[in-house]
């Protein structure tokens, strides 16, 4: 299903319009990531990732969030073609309009309640409620389509973390593990990942990083590219290096009015991806889970199991 199709669901055209005026713009963002700076390309990044609340940004508070300059904010929308920060959000005003989201009287209750004692927490929760929706978003694109039928066929699939999201990419592959042999967490202490950058096996490669960003998080990218390796990178809004060493990227949101980022949601988008691989394979995955299941309960055994027999 193409990305128009979900676009025009989103966001319908008037009858006045050839073209829904956000892909012009996300087509200007996307155009910049390939040919502009370094700074253009951190705007651009995530400009393309917060589309939706760009409306409701300033150029100072954008300026802040990417860490340039006000004034690099105000150049780069110049170079888009537009006469400053604000023009560019009227653009996108005129389409996006209002969205209400439907949510249940139990969610209206907490935000009510949430506004009376701390409006921050209300508004992390707002931020966080988006991120969801965001990731099931990609879940509709076709990017995410060819992923999934990658994890799911693709010989051996090696999955990296580096830093705090090593933990993210352990989760990942164990919950993959149950579903298909040869996913393999990488290991960082040999130095060099030759099993995957060293062998001529089928081989697929998914990274998970946020910022501050390890260096060896980018090299790795870039020598699974060099070697034909197909590079997934699952990452915040922030990283404007990932797009030009990844087949495909999943910019999550991670900043949820909280003192540190959050890479919470990235948990969410694996399992949902584990989910549609899991469709991809077919009934053929529910042997595989019972073996396991059996395994588990005569080695290890299951809380509250009369049935189970413990291996003596």
Not at 15 to 21: I, Q, Y
Not at 167 to 196: C, H, P, S, T
Not at 239 to 254: L, M, S, Y
Not at 267 to 284: K, Q, T, Y
Request: proline share 3%; aromatic share 8%; net charge negative.
């Amino acid at each position: 299903m193409s990305e128009n199709f979900h676009h025009n669901l989103r966001f319908p055209l008037r009858l006045s319009e050839s073209l829904p005026l956000p892909m012009t713009v996300r087509s200007k963002l996307s155009n910049a990531l390939k040919t502009g700076s370094k700074a253009d390309k951190s705007i651009a990044n995530y400009m393309l990732g917060t589309l939706a609340e760009v409306p409701f940004e300033t150029a100072a508070s954008l300026a802040a969030k990417v860490e340039v300059s006000e004034a690099t904010v105000g150049r780069f929308c110049r170079s888009a073609g537009y006469k400053s920060f604000k023009d560019l959000k009227e653009h996108l005003k005129a389409d996006l309009g209002d969205h209400p989201w439907l949510v249940s009287d139990r969610l209206n209750e907490m935000h009510s309640s949430a506004r009376k004692d701390n409006t921050h927490l209300t508004d992390g929760m707002e931020m966080e409620i988006a991120a969801v929706v965001r990731i099931y978003e990609y879940a509709g694109t076709p990017e995410w389509q060819t992923v999934a039928e990658r994890l799911a066929h693709t010989a051996n699939v090696y999955v990296a973390g580096f830093q705090t999201e090593r933990g993210l990419a352990q989760y990942f592959a164990n919950q993959m593990q149950y579903l298909r042999d040869r996913v393999m967490l990488l290991d960082l202490a040999g130095g060099n990942f030759a099993e995957v950058l060293a062998s001529d096996q089928d081989a697929c490669l998914v990274i998970f990083e946020a910022r501050r960003y390890s260096r060896m998080a980018k090299v790795l990218a870039q020598e699974a590219q060099a070697a034909s390796v197909p590079v997934t990178i699952v990452t915040d809004l922030f990283c404007d290096w990932a797009r030009d060493n990844a087949d495909e990227v999943f910019a999550v949101p991670t900043q949820f009015n909280q003192f540190w980022d959050s890479t919470a949601q990235m948990a969410s988008l694996s399992n949902l991806m584990i989910n549609s691989v899991c469709m991809e394979l077919g009934p053929d995955v529910e042997d595989r889970l019972s073996r396991f299941a059996k395994l588990y309960g005569s080695i290890t055994g299951h809380v509250g199991d009369p049935i189970a027999t413990i291996a003596k």
